[in-house]
Structure formats: C-alpha cells, structure tokens
C-alpha cells in the first residue's frame, strides 16, 4: 500500500496541473548554446542580472550568471550608504570622506575572476543616504557644513570611488549610474520653472543634496565623475538612471536635464565638454504590486520609443532594472509570452535605428518571490509570479521565451 502510494503521489506531483510546473522550462543553463550573452552580444547589447551578497553563495544563481550573462549590477553595495565609514571618515587627516569597500571589493572580485562586466551604481543618490555625510565633522549632532565642504566632499567620494574600483579591478565596472532618481513624479517635488524637475523633496521629505548642496548637484556629480575617468585615462561610461523613463513626462524632463550636463562645463577652448554618456531606464513595467496595467503592449511600444528618444539626445541606453511585473499565477504563460515579445522588440531595435544605441539591458526581477509582509517591498517591486527562475532558481518559460526572441 506504501509504495503504491508513494507512486501516485509522485505521478501526481509531476503532472503539470499547476502554473508553476507549467512555466518551468525543461532545460537547464548549460543546454543553452549559444549563450544568451552571445545572442545579445550579436544584436549589440550586454545583458545581465543583478547580484546580492547572499546570492555570492548560491552556486545555481551563480552558475546561471555566469554561463547565460555577461554583466551584473550589485544591488545595494556599491552605494554610498553602503560604502561610507562614519568612523573613518571622522578620523581622515584631510577630513574628506572614507569608505569600506570590503563587501563591495567580495563582489567585484567575483565578477572579475568569472570574466563578468559590472554597471557600478550608484554615486549620487539622495534616497538612503547617510545623513552624517552633511554635517560638519559627520557628526549629526554638529551643525550642516557649507556648500563649498559638501562640494569638495562629494568631489572627493566620487572621484575615491571610481579610482578605487578601476586600479584594483581594471576594466571589470565599466560604467557607472552617477546619479540615481533625480526627477521628482509630479509638481508637488520639484520646483515650478525648472524644465530638468529635479526633486526637492522624496515622499515628502526634502532632498538632502538638493537642499544643502544647491540645485547643481546632478551637473556637478557628473563633472567630478568624467574628471576621475579621464584621470584615470579609462573607458568608463557615464550614465543617468531613474524610474518611469519610458513615460512621456520623464523623457521630456531627461532631454532639458541631458542638455544642462552637457553644457555645465567647458574646456581649455571654451567648447562644452560631454559629461554623461547614457540614460539608464530602470524599466519596472506594469502595476505596482496590483495587475493592472501589467503585461500591456503599450509597454513595449513605450520602451522603443523611449530609446529612440534618448538615442535622438546622443546618449546610449541601459535597461538597469528590469522587471516585467505579473502578480498572477494564473498568467504565468502570458508572462513568458510578454518577455518574448518584449525581446523580440529589443532584438529589432539597434539593427532598425542603423547602430548600437541600446547597449545594455539588465534583469532585477529575476526571481518569483511570494507576497510576505517581510518582503512586501521586494515582491511588489518586481511582480510576485515575474521573474526567469522559480524561488526555487529552477529556470522558466519566460527565460526560454527571452533566449528564443534573441536567437530569432
């Protein structure tokens, strides 16, 4: 009776009733060849998924990282929150900003010992910050330091930031999301007349770099930023990143603030020197922790257009965050076949513009995660049934969907 039991269950377990055992592919990484990178890499993009720490020791991740992609993003750990050192930094004989780079450096280590790219991100950022940074002495009980301190210390952490990374690991970041998020969402953050809506406030609370360290702070990242490249002598590509970029409001916001960097600066002939290279669209798509509005064509469309938008700009465009958002197990198989037809767009995109001007594109929401309260954040950011592994890091449909639209 056991063993009969036993041999229902399992016949029962591997029938594909559910949506789950339906969107899981019957292949494994290896039995992907060519590579998706090398399908990218033909259609003139990298592609790539983004690395946690605690994902450094899991070693199906890994593997799928490393024999499908060619680029990685560290999710939070090259960020200034993470990097700067109160205690260092308090105790620095020319009172500019210290970092521990020792998670970071882990991280970076890995990559470049597995012949994978990393998009550093992110040197600006003002959600998270630390606040201590502002303040004389980084101390938050000692009064906010003067615009010209703040100034020589974002100089400082910028230009540490970028030497450190390229000396000790040469060529493995090879660009970087100068700064993060910028424009505000509506006229409530951002002041009246200013045509680049750089936020004053964050879900109501005021923009730290903004407000102590004045309206030029995007314009003045940038400039310390390709100064420490071009010191550096390095090909290290320089980029905008935000949310909503492939919305109307957005786009229009990014040309006049493209045009502000990009003429902030001038060089020994008085010509305008070129400080940012790209746009990075985050690309969370579809309804935010609801259904609605996910899994719509228009998405699609709002994507092409929104790189030939900023290709018009003269910059080249990453896809730095993407998540196609899908909150129903029951649309498991309308999931993979939106990331088809979202892959056979960008497959198109570079041949039909005639170059390459979608040059990267990274995956955040890799994996399915289930609606917890813990986690609330994580699973209404990239979709509770979106990602190109099972919780499990089995490998999807939606994955074979994305390979299939590449080597089309």
């Given at each position: 009776m056991k063993i009969a039991f036993c041999l229902l269950l399992c016949a029962a377990l591997l029938l594909p009733s559910s949506g789950v055992l339906a969107a899981v592919s019957d292949r494994t990484a290896e039995d992907y060849s060519p590579a998706l990178y090398?399908?990218?890499?033909?259609?003139?993009?990298?592609?790539?998924?983004?690395?946690?720490?605690?994902?450094?020791?899991?070693s199906n991740y890994l593997n799928f990282l490393t024999t499908q992609f060619n680029t990685t993003t560290c999710t939070n750990e090259m960020k200034a929150y993470s990097l700067l050192d109160q205690r260092a930094s308090r105790n620095s004989e020319d009172g500019m900003p210290r970092m521990n780079w020792s998670t970071a450096d882990r991280m970076v280590s890995w990559a470049r010992d597995f012949g994978v790219g990393v998009r550093g991100h992110v040197l600006t950022w003002d959600a998270y910050m630390t606040p201590w940074f502002f303040h004389e002495g980084y101390d938050e009980k000692k009064p906010i330091a003067s615009r010209e301190v703040l100034l020589a210390r974002m100089e400082s952490y910028i230009t540490q930031t970028?030497?450190?990374?390229?000396?000790k690991f040469p060529g493995t970041v090879y660009c970087w999301d100068v700064v993060n998020e910028a424009m505000?969402?509506?006229?409530?953050?951002?002041?009246?007349?200013?045509?680049?809506?750089?936020?004053?406030?964050?879900?109501?609370?005021?923009n730290p770099f903004y407000e102590y360290v004045g309206s030029d702070y995007v314009e003045y990242s940038f400039l310390y930023a390709r100064n420490a490249v071009e010191a550096l002598g390095a090909d290290i590509r320089l980029f905008y990143n935000d949310y909503n970029?492939?919305?109307?409001?957005?786009r229009t916001a990014a040309k006049y603030l493209v045009e502000s960097i990009n003429s902030f600066a001038q060089d020994a002939e008085g010509n305008n020197r070129k400080l940012i290279d790209g746009i990075g669209m985050q690309g969370y798509l579809g309804g935010y922790g609801v259904q609605q509005g996910c899994l719509s064509n228009d998405l699609i469309t709002n994507t092409r257009q929104s790189i030939e938008a900023y290709d018009v700009l003269g910059m080249e465009v990453h896809i730095t965050e993407m998540a196609l958002r899908n909150y129903e197990e029951a649309r498991l198989d309308d999931h993979a076949a939106f990331y088809?037809?979202?892959f056979d767009m960008l497959a198109k995109v570079n041949q039909e513009l005639g170059h390459n001007a979608l040059t990267c594109v990274t995956i955040w929401g890799v994996s399915d995660v289930t609606p917890n309260a813990w986690n609330e954040y994580t699973w209404k950011l990239n979709g509770t049934w979106a990602g190109i592994l099972t919780e499990k890091g089995q490998?999807?449909?939606?994955?074979?969907a994305m390979y299939d639209a590449l080597a089309e």
């Open positions: 090398q399908l990218a890499e033909e259609r003139g993009f990298k592609i790539g998924i983004c690395l946690s720490p605690n994902q450094l020791r899991d970028i030497t450190h990374f390229e000396e505000g969402d509506s006229p409530s953050e951002y002041k009246a007349g200013d045509l680049r809506h750089l936020r004053t406030k964050r879900n109501g609370a005021p970029m492939v919305y109307n409001d957005k088809g037809k979202m490998i999807k449909t939606s994955f074979d």
